[in-house]
């Protein structure tokens, strides 16, 4: 088949697209130190008597202007897309991307501590290299530089993260090598296109080719989009000059290099078993330790333990998107595809984000409604159910995650699919009128009875949606066993052990600062539904209403960075800065600040020992699915002296964990009295409710949720 590309390709209209450094010329230890050497430039120049030529790179405006102006017949495209230089002019393809210099700050202050390590700053990315970071080093720089990374990707949604080989890139998803290919084809329309490349960049230009087109990886390490692959760089020389000479009909050319065929990605996964969720969590990069959260690694333990395959989007936009990368050699195996440009907001950041999560959470005056973004999320729902039945058997078993996903089960069933459906909610129910307010609420409501599995994380959210079909699709629809409970819950001995485990910096400054003052704890994802607002009033009405605590009580709230593309989320922001300003300014003396406010995230090891540092944690939302940080508070504790935790009767976890100091978040008064008697409550107590929390902790673990709803799902 490629043999037959190739030779077919000797006569017709042609485009190359060729990245650089590691296809045209071999790699060297600093971007600076690759040469451009005469052979590269001769053969471009041969190239370009016998087909159209772009070059498309990695590199810097100021790596590639000297030789676009050595080579006006040859297109460029620098910074990924970037930058565009045509008749030897290059010119800026998109404005530099300023909010980036706070990163490349903060990822500079990183590499002055670890020799060797390099930033590289171009328009609208910026990049860290290790790979001339000594290896002792490497493991430290590297996770601080994801952290860092992370977070700072959590309020800048229009920027991704690539992982290389050896080095972690930001840059914003505007800005890839697939433009290339638009750019190129709207040039020449009738053109085939060729596109080498060695690494994960080129992969933008593989996924944009169209099926009359031919995409040579170089190098056999990693997996690939193209459809073929070559050795190395002799050999990607060895190719175009062959192609030169073939289609100049010079006799006595080299011959044509080795060309592998890659194995075509296999659609089908054998598997029996397939998760599928709106994303699925980031790969583990190469030998490399990757934190995932409690869900993840759940999932994660249960698709080996069941031999499944987990489906997701990439967390990329790319057009034409929706194709499936199937990866079996991964522990899960993994299959995730691009979402298509304008999903991010009309599916994910629209009907998903503004108009069912706060519906779910009993907010119907946060909710909006628009028709476009009800069509995106049908039409999404649609693509992912194709993707499943593509992907396994008709007779396998389906386990859909969460609410991005309620209509999958009807559109599988009405492809065919014959095996069994699942659907966990991670997030509540709401009662009926809330429901109904919904102006797509039957058509949900049906399509949600086509899984077999319909599981909710307590008896409450599970009764309002019977009470919904009941009184909105009508009675009698539910089947038996349909409806499930499964708390979900966290890996306690890990949070135990890290509890434990001796202080953190963080942890220990921390102490520091609070003295023999008693510490109260919020730990949150800023959202509106988390309460944070509500806690912070109550807060500073114990501080009137009980003034003895003036002075005696510090409390700490971390804020988790999230969704700051939505404006609400903004908004709470600064609503949550000006409260805290408040407060410090109305009760704060010289050696005492009440609120310290923190808007960052933390690795759970130093989270636990936040946790068993704090005398009383204030775990209010006004309305959460279960709400995880009540149970690796818990977890965390020192048992002999246990904090206390003061608990919204609106988080699912209130269901179980009736031990706990029950709250109502949205009576500010009596949430000072709880907290004045949370801060006053005897060991004695305190260890007494701990015991019962604990019981019901180690009991419903993240383990025994996954394997429960599966046993449910697995068997009839
Ligand atoms: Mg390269």
């Not at 973004?373 to 995650?401: M, T």
Request: net charge negative; aromatic share 8%.
């Amino acid at each position: 088949m490629i043999t037959e590309w190739f030779n077919d390709a000797r006569t017709r209209e042609l485009t190359l697209l060729l990245d650089m450094d590691g296809t045209l010329i071999p790699f060297a230890a600093t971007p600076e130190e690759a040469v451009v050497d005469g052979v590269v430039v001769e053969l471009l120049q041969g190239l370009t008597e016998c087909a159209h030529v772009a070059v498309v790179s990695g590199r810097t405006e100021a790596m590639l202007t000297d030789v676009a102006a050595r080579l006006p017949a040859v297109y460029f495209v620098g910074e990924h897309g970037a930058w565009r230089a045509e008749q030897g002019h290059g010119a800026p393809v998109y404005l530099p991307s300023v909010e980036l210099d706070e990163l490349e700050a903060a990822l500079r202050a990183l590499a002055a501590g670890a020799p060797g390590a390099i930033i590289e700053r171009k328009r609208c990315s910026v990049c860290l290299h290790w790979r001339q970071v000594p290896p002792g080093a490497r493991e430290a720089l590297i996770t601080a530089a994801e952290s860092r990374v992370e977070e700072w990707l959590e309020v800048h949604g229009d920027f991704e993260r690539l992982d290389g080989v050896e080095n972690v890139e930001v840059r914003h998803r505007a800005v890839h090598k697939g433009t290339a290919v638009q750019w190129m084809r709207a040039r020449f329309p009738g053109a085939r296109l060729l596109a080498i490349g060695d690494d994960v960049t080129d992969e933008d230009l593989f996924a944009s080719l169209g099926p009359d087109d031919l995409g040579v990886a170089v190098g056999h390490g990693r997996r690939t989009r193209a459809r073929a692959r070559v050795d190395g760089v002799p050999e990607v020389r060895a190719l175009l000059g062959w192609l030169r000479a073939s289609r100049l009909n010079r006799a006595g050319g080299p011959p044509m290099p080795t060309v592998y065929q890659v194995g075509a990605v296999s659609a089908r996964a054998p598997q029996r078993l397939l998760v599928v969720s709106n994303r699925l969590p980031a790969p583990p990069a190469r030998g490399r330790h990757r934190e995932v959260g409690g869900l993840a690694s759940a999932l994660e333990l249960a698709l080996r333990r069941h031999e499944g395959v987990w489906l997701g989007w990439s967390g990329r936009d790319r057009d034409p998107g929706l194709a499936i990368d199937l990866d079996l050699d991964a522990a899960p195996p993994r299959a995730h595809f691009d979402y298509p440009t304008g999903w991010r907001t009309s599916f994910y950041g629209g009907f998903c984000n503004r108009s069912l999560w706060p519906l779910m959470h009993c907010m119907p005056d946060r909710a909006r409604y628009v028709d476009e973004e009800w069509h995106a999320y049908v039409e999404a729902n649609r693509a992912y159910a194709r993707l499943a039945s593509e992907l396994v058997e008709p007779d396998a078993a389906v386990w859909a995650q969460d609410y991005h996903l309620l209509l999958v089960g009807q559109e599988l069933r009405q492809r065919g699919h014959t095996g069994r459906l699942g659907m966990f909610l991670h997030v509540p129910f709401p009662p009926k009128d809330v429901f109904d307010t919904m102006p797509w609420a039957r058509p949900i409501l049906t399509a949600m009875l086509d899984f077999d599995v319909l599981g909710f994380h307590t008896h409450g959210w599970a009764r309002n949606f019977v009470d919904c079909v009941d009184q909105l699709v009508g009675p009698g629809r539910i089947r038996p066993g349909q409806i499930g409970v499964f708390p979900i819950g966290t890996d306690p001995d890990r949070f135990a052990a890290a509890g434990a485990a001796a202080d953190r910096a963080d942890v220990s400054g921390m102490r520091l600062v609070s003295g023999d003052r008693k510490l109260l704890l919020g730990v949150d994802r800023l959202d509106y539904s988390k309460g944070i607002p509500a806690r912070l009033e109550a807060f500073a009405r114990l501080l009137e209403l009980f003034p003895q605590w003036r002075g005696q009580v510090s409390f700490v709230q971390v804020s988790v960075p999230s969704r700051s593309d939505v404006p609400e989320y903004a908004e709470l922001r600064d609503k949550v800065e000006h409260l805290v300003g408040r407060i410090n300014g109305s009760f704060g003396e010289a050696d005492w600040v009440p609120v310290r406010y923190l808007y960052r995230s933390y690795e759970p090891d130093v989270l636990a020992q936040l946790y068993r540092a704090a005398d009383v944690a204030i775990v209010t939302p006004l309305r959460d699915g279960m709400n995880l940080v009540a149970k690796e508070f818990v977890a965390a504790q020192d048992p002999d002296d246990p904090g206390v935790m003061l608990l919204s009767r609106f988080a699912g976890a209130a269901e179980e964990m009736t031990a706990a100091l029950l709250t109502n978040p949205w009576h500010i008064d009596g949430m000072a009295a709880d907290l004045d008697v949370a801060l006053r409550m005897p060991r004695d107590e305190r260890i007494a409710r701990h015991r019962q929390l604990a019981e019901v902790v180690w009991r419903d673990t993240a383990e025994r949720w996954a394997d429960s709803f599966l046993d449910k799902l697995l068997t009839k």
